[in-house]
Nanobody, 124 residues
Framework: QVQVVESGGGSVQPGGSLRLTCTTSGFTLDTYAIGWFRQAPGKEREGISCVTSIYIRVLGSVKDRFSISRDNVKVTAYLEMNNLKPEDTGVYYC???????????????????WGQGTQVTVSS
């Protein structure tokens, strides 16, 4: 059974950092892709990055401040967020979809399995 669980959210001041973790079970990164998404209040859910066993992609809008890492053995993905801004506030989601290592997806509609989300609040 495929499961994805986000953790690590919280409240920080502008300029602060947070590290989110996507813990998974039921698959490997050779056969699934993991995506990070976020949803700001009143806005659509948007893709931030995707990860497979050999591929990492981070969208240009956050790539100068956010970075992604993975543990292929633990099938875990990490979202490191630095220099956070108030506009980064929202619920951050992790998702998974069957894939091939060379295929990475950013669209919300591409993903099948979703976590419950973790809240990130950036405020002074």
């Amino acid at each position: 059974q495929v499961q994805v669980v986000e953790s690590g959210g919280g409240s920080v001041q502008p300029g602060g950092s947070l590290r989110l973790t996507c813990t998974t079970s039921g698959f490997t990164l050779d056969t699934y892709a993991i995506g990070w998404f976020r949803q700001a209040p009143g806005k659509e859910r948007e893709g931030i990055s995707c990860v497979t066993s050999i591929y990492i992609r981070v969208l240009g809008s956050v790539k100068d401040r956010f970075s992604i890492s993975r543990d292929n053995v633990k099938v875990t993905a990490y979202l490191e967020m630095n220099n956070l801004k108030p506009e980064d506030t929202g619920v951050y989601y992790c998702a998974a979809v069957p894939s091939q290592p060379a295929m990475c997806y950013i669209a919300r509609t591409d993903y099948t399995y979703w976590g419950q989300g973790t809240q990130v609040t950036v405020s002074s």
